[in-house]
């Protein structure tokens, strides 16, 4: 029965990023990481804004069927109230 040792410095530094020595290919990235960046952004927007298009038109739609006006039912009272303050009731003797 044999005992294999795992070096876990080679696993480390398998998925460690390494930055290229070159300065172009740095600077390239680094762009390129900018680039992904405000794409990423531009989307978001695109994408919030669809969301809040969506929200407004779904409440106008939802609005205009609840504007139909329904037949009222037999045993419904349709009527209209007003509140009085507590001074106007007349006052027990």
């Given at each position: 029965?044999?005992?294999?040792?795992?070096?876990?410095?080679?696993?480390?530094?398998?998925?460690?990023?390494?930055?290229?020595?070159?300065?172009?290919?740095?600077?390239?990235?680094?762009?390129?990481?900018?680039?992904?960046?405000?794409?990423?952004i531009?989307?978001?927007?695109?994408?919030?804004?669809?969301?809040?298009?969506?929200?407004?038109g779904?409440?106008?739609?939802?609005?205009?069927?609840?504007?139909?006006?329904?037949?009222?039912?037999?045993?419904?009272?349709?009527?209209?109230?007003?509140?009085?303050?507590?001074?106007?009731?007349?006052?027990?003797?």
């Amino acid at each position: 029965m044999h005992i294999r040792y795992v070096q876990f410095s080679k696993l480390r530094n398998l998925f460690a990023p390494r930055k290229p020595r070159n300065p172009l290919v740095r600077i390239a990235l680094g762009l390129l990481g900018l680039a992904i960046l405000a794409v990423l952004i531009v989307a978001g927007v695109f994408v919030g804004a669809a969301m809040i298009l969506v929200g407004l038109g779904w409440k106008l739609v939802a609005s205009r069927k609840a504007r139909a006006v329904r037949k009222a039912e037999p045993n419904v009272v349709d009527a209209e109230y007003r509140v009085v303050r507590k001074a106007a009731l007349p006052q027990p003797h």
